[in-house]
């Protein structure tokens, strides 16, 4: 391990990590309200080093599995593990391995940069709380912000701002919802680098939803098309939409958004 | 229980404080207000007799407002976490809930500290009040009030995080809804009968029948002093109890995610 975190530390002390075993194991996850079934006995896993796209039309359930995983939502049936270690069970070790960015989760703008990283660097409990923030400050070019209060910021460095808080406790899960939303071009891709370098350099793996088929093609290294709560189909990015007789990724998400019915058959 | 998460919430409070006057002047100038009013009320009545009405109305807000600032600290850090949407960020950690109502409570000792001394001051110096003179037999029972209004403030919370932001107003107006009951400013036996059932079961009824036997010369009740703290201790166990079982409700309903739509009528 490059560095001891209290993430690596739980986890080996409560649970040794197995080689090869996934940083993610979801099983037979559902969710219903009444009659309404928002995710329907979906399984999948996150591999360590690997970024798993979450794809699938407004409704399809990524956002509802995503609140599953991060423990904001009780799953009706099925179960979820981080590391090995079930999140029903221990709630507080799998989601200290466990961080998150999305775009509909602003860190609070009445806290400065560095109090918002202060702040949720106790509550993930992070080892030399100051060099770590130091750190991400640098990482995600945000020391001149450092005393900026949040909610003063652009859209682009609250989105960093969150990604730096996500990486706070160098998760072994990291659940980013589309982070790259409402993002310029150039910080998009700067944002990209960022993730791409967290798995290749630590233990981590990453699931991410976008709907930027382009970003989502260059930096997944596998997908799953989600829709009405299902998983339709699963595989590598840049070879799928051919396997489905489609030129690109984007029309095959249109497919899967419009007519998902055909790739049902063809599965 | 992880003290370093029950501290974030406690240092998140004091950089929210300490940086703002809106949140500042609130913990002091209410507090500050009733000792002025209620000061000049009691020396107006002593102009009438010899009997001291300050040491039992003044003294009786002086103890009411603590309790209402206990609760109200308990509220506040709460809210905060309502003002800025930052739910799904808080309850997405590893932190228990345990570990937040703790933090809650670390702040309210710390805000309702600020505002006992200032009234413990306005009182004393500005109108002769001074609780030292009584000793520590009221030691027990500002812990009564203040086991209370944490027990009133996890239940605001409660509350809150079931109905949405906008039920804050309810919570605003619950100590002066049970202050007739508790006689802040009368003796319990000035109510009728049916009020005073409520009064044994509410611990600060024993708190002010204290202050006021401790007044006249007399000595508190110490099989009150006892109901009264069991009462506390089951009325914060049963506020506990009540916030995890909102929040379980909130997490398998969906509603933590989407808190700001109030999706509970």
Redesign the interface.
């Known amino acids: 391990m490059a560095v001891e975190d209290a993430c690596t530390i739980g986890i080996m002390s409560a649970n040794p990590t197995q080689p090869g075993q996934p940083v993610l194991s979801v099983q037979a996850l559902r969710k219903s309200?009444g009659t309404i079934v928002a995710v329907d006995s979906i399984s999948f896993t996150v591999g360590r080093n690997e970024i798993v796209g979450l794809l699938g039309p407004n409704g399809a359930g990524k956002?509802?599995t995503i609140?599953m995983i991060?423990?904001?939502?009780?799953p009706s049936a099925g179960s979820i593990e981080v590391e090995g270690v079930d999140l029903a069970s221990h709630?507080?070790?799998a989601?200290?391995c466990?961080n998150?960015a999305?775009v509909?989760?602003?860190?609070?703008?009445?806290?400065?940069v560095y109090?918002n990283l202060?702040?949720?660097g106790?509550?993930?409990?992070v080892k030399n709380l100051r060099e770590r923030i130091e750190e991400l400050l640098r990482e995600f070019d945000l020391v001149r912000f450092r005393d900026t209060k949040a909610g003063v910021l652009s859209s682009g460095e609250q989105t960093r701002v969150s990604l730096a808080?996500a990486m706070l406790n160098r998760p072994h899960l990291l659940l980013l919802d589309e982070p790259t939303a409402s993002l310029d071009p150039a910080t998009a891709r700067d944002i990209r680098t960022s993730i791409r370098q967290f798995t290749a350099k630590g233990e981590g793996g990453v699931l991410w939803t976008s709907h930027n088929m382009y970003e989502v093609q260059e930096v997944c290294d596998r997908v799953l098309f989600l829709s009405k709560g299902k998983i339709l189909l699963e595989g590598d990015p840049k070879t799928l939409p051919e396997e489905h007789g489609k030129q690109t990724l984007e029309e095959l998400f249109i497919t899967v958004a419009r007519e998902p019915l055909t790739l049902e058959m063809q599965s | 229980m992880?003290f370093?998460?029950v501290?974030?919430i406690v240092?998140?409070q004091s950089?929210?404080v300490r940086g703002?006057i809106s949140r500042v002047l609130p913990l002091v100038s209410w507090v500050t207000i009733d000792m002025v009013l209620w000061g000049f009320t009691t020396r107006y009545l002593n102009s009438f007799t010899q009997f001291n009405f300050a040491a039992v109305f003044l003294g009786a807000m002086l103890l009411w407002d603590f309790l209402t600032r206990v609760m109200h600290g308990v509220t506040m850090a709460f809210l905060?976490d309502v003002w800025?949407?930052?739910f799904?960020?808080?309850?997405?950690?590893?932190?228990?809930i345990a570990e937040y109502l703790a933090g809650l409570v670390l702040s309210s000792i710390a805000t309702s500290s600020l505002a006992l001394v200032v009234m413990l001051l306005v009182a004393t110096l500005g109108f002769g009040l001074s609780f030292f003179q009584y000793g520590a037999i009221l030691i027990p029972f500002f812990l009564v009030l203040f086991l209370c209004g944490i027990a009133l403030g996890i239940v605001g919370t409660a509350i809150v995080l079931r109905l949405g932001p906008a039920a804050e107003w309810f919570i605003w107006p619950v100590p002066a809804m049970i202050s007739p009951f508790v006689g802040v400013l009368y003796p319990l036996a000035t109510l009728p009968t049916w009020m005073r059932a409520l009064s044994y079961i509410l611990p600060p009824s024993y708190g002010f029948e204290a202050m006021r036997a401790v007044v006249a010369g007399g000595r508190p009740s110490m099989q009150g002093l006892v109901f009264a703290l069991i009462l506390s201790f089951l009325y914060i166990l049963l506020a506990c109890w009540f916030f995890q079982r909102t929040y379980?409700v909130a997490?398998?309903?969906?509603l933590?995610?989407r808190y700001s739509a109030e999706s509970v009528s």
């Open positions: 309200y956002t509802t609140n991060l423990g904001v939502l009780t709630r507080a070790k989601l200290g466990t998150f999305a509909y989760a602003q860190l609070p703008g009445n806290l400065t109090q202060r702040f949720f106790m509550i993930y409990d808080k | 992880n370093s998460r501290l974030a240092l998140r950089y929210l703002s905060e800025s949407r930052n799904l960020n808080i309850f997405a950690t590893p932190m228990s379980r997490v398998n309903t969906g933590i995610p």
